[in-house]
């Protein structure tokens, strides 16, 4: 078993802590017009954001941004390289709105789709982020694959993005993180997925703890998919019912083998390396200490930081025939 990170396939146990969702790298003439809180392009500024992860404890990252809207498989792997931190890139395909005038992203059979996909995971990722004519390989690989929906149940071109990520996982090995748009509909993609034959156990869904509701995560949980949760760093700090209730809650319940962390942090006003706050590193130096005050046992804090992230991107890899 072995995870695939930019630099190269690496033991599980050597990735550490290890934050379950992030962007560091989001570039491109979208993000840079409309969204411009989530243009993050600066080298300099994710390694010294990175660095006071690494301080904190931090030894790996899952930058969670699929193709076609920012990628840069060579600044990533600098970002890596300078950091110290193992960085685990995705491939995949987003919510619709992410792909103005890109009609492959929403219109492609799957089979296609998986084709793209699976060649990142292989080969490289394609230096130019499939946003163009022509495609140059990098030699820096994919070792997850990210997909997004936004509506609670998925429509055709979810159907089509989803079945590309299944055979994608079929043919390759690796797990499937999804988008929950404002955290919710995780039961369809389960579901779909499930029937598309991939098992629950290697599916991740993002943003449920937007939802603060016990019951609706109870029932996430009982599919056998793994959840993750991102929202504490945007909550007031020690919030009485914020994610860290939340995942107090879930430990009380005994779902702590499948549940992860990270903070989602694509926002320039959240990095200090960029003059924003809390930064990236207070999900250990204050998130953590928080589970501790809310009684959880080193153990589980170790589970959803170290041990599930650890498990969930493992995988045998598979050379497609």
């Not at 994919?142 to 979810?158: F, L, T, W, Y």
Request: glycine share 10%; charged share 25%.
């Amino acid at each position: 078993m072995i995870v695939r990170t930019v630099l190269g396939d690496v033991d599980p146990a050597e990735l550490g802590t290890t934050y379950a969702h992030e962007h560091l790298v989001f570039d491109g003439p979208l993000v840079e017009d409309r969204f411009p809180d989530l243009h993050l392009h600066d080298v300099d500024a994710a390694v010294t954001e990175l660095a006071a992860c690494a301080a904190a404890g931090a030894g790996a990252m899952v930058d969670a941004l699929p193709a076609g809207i920012g990628r840069d498989p060579y600044r990533l792997a600098e970002v890596s390289r300078r950091s110290g931190v193992h960085l685990v890139a995705a491939t995949g395909v987003h919510s619709p709105r992410w792909y103005p005038g890109l009609s492959w992203a929403n219109e492609t059979e799957p089979e296609t789709l998986a084709d793209l996909f699976i060649a990142e995971l292989t080969e490289g990722i394609d230096r130019f982020d499939y946003r163009g004519p022509v495609i140059d390989r990098s030699p820096y690989r994919a070792g997850i694959v990210k997909i997004g929906s936004i509506n609670e149940q998925p429509d055709e071109r979810d159907r089509r993005v989803f079945a590309a990520a299944a055979l994608t996982h079929q043919r390759t090995g690796v797990p499937i993180l999804t988008h929950c748009e404002d955290g919710k509909g995780g039961f369809a993609q389960v579901a779909l997925l499930s029937d598309l034959g991939v098992a629950p156990d290697r599916v991740v869904l993002s943003h449920t703890d937007k939802v603060l509701d016990v019951g609706y995560h109870r029932d996430l949980l009982d599919t056998g998919a793994n959840v993750e949760y991102d929202q504490a760093l945007r909550q007031a700090p020690g919030a009485e019912r914020g994610t860290g209730w939340l995942v107090a809650e879930m430990v009380g319940l005994g779902y702590s083998a499948q549940v992860m962390l990270g903070t989602d942090g694509a926002r320039r006003s959240m990095w200090t390396s960029l003059g924003g706050s809390p930064g990236l590193a207070a999900l250990l130096t204050d998130f953590v200490p928080e589970l501790t005050r809310r009684g959880l046992p080193e153990g589980a804090i170790g589970l959803m930081l170290v041990d599930n992230p650890a498990r969930v991107l493992a995988f045998d890899p598979v050379v497609p025939e």
